[in-house]
Nanobody
Framework: EVQLVESGGGSVQAGGSLRLSCAAS????????IGWFRRAPGKEREGVLC????????NYADSVKGRFTVSRDNANNAVYLQMNSLKPEDTAVYYC????????????????WGQGTQVTVSS
């Protein structure tokens, strides 16, 4: 059974940093990509940053360029989202997702989802 568990969310003031973690189980040995998505209040879920099985990153949110980075630790089946210079508009529930194969921005094409972690940025 595939499970994704996010952690590291919380409340922070604008300009601060957080690192989200996504612990994946049940995907050992598979060629899978991991994506970070977020859903802000009243908005659709959107792609943020995704990382392929070969560590290629794809950024789907222009607003996070230069501030967010994604990395993966295959030995520990973990993926991280480092968020710096946080802004109030980054407030959202952040989800990690996994799929076998290539990265895509279309949320319906991701097979597995975590439960999400809340990030709140105050001004």
């Amino acid at each position: 059974e595939v499970q994704l568990v996010e952690s590291g969310g919380g409340s922070v003031q604008a300009g601060g940093s957080l690192r989200l973690s996504c612990a994946a189980s049940g995907l050992n040995g598979d060629d899978y990509a991991i994506g970070w998505f977020r859903r802000a209040p009243g908005k659709e879920r959107e792609g943020v940053l995704c990382i392929s099985s070969s560590d290629d990153m794809t950024n789907y949110a222009d607003s996070v360029k230069g501030r967010f980075t994604v990395s993966r630790d295959n030995a520990n089946n973990a993926v991280y989202l480092q968020m710096n210079s946080l802004k109030p508009e980054d407030t959202a529930v952040y989800y990690c997702a996994a799929r076998i194969g290539l990265i895509t921005r279309f949320t319906t094409m991701w097979n597995y989802w975590g439960q999400g972690t809340q990030v709140t940025v105050s001004s």
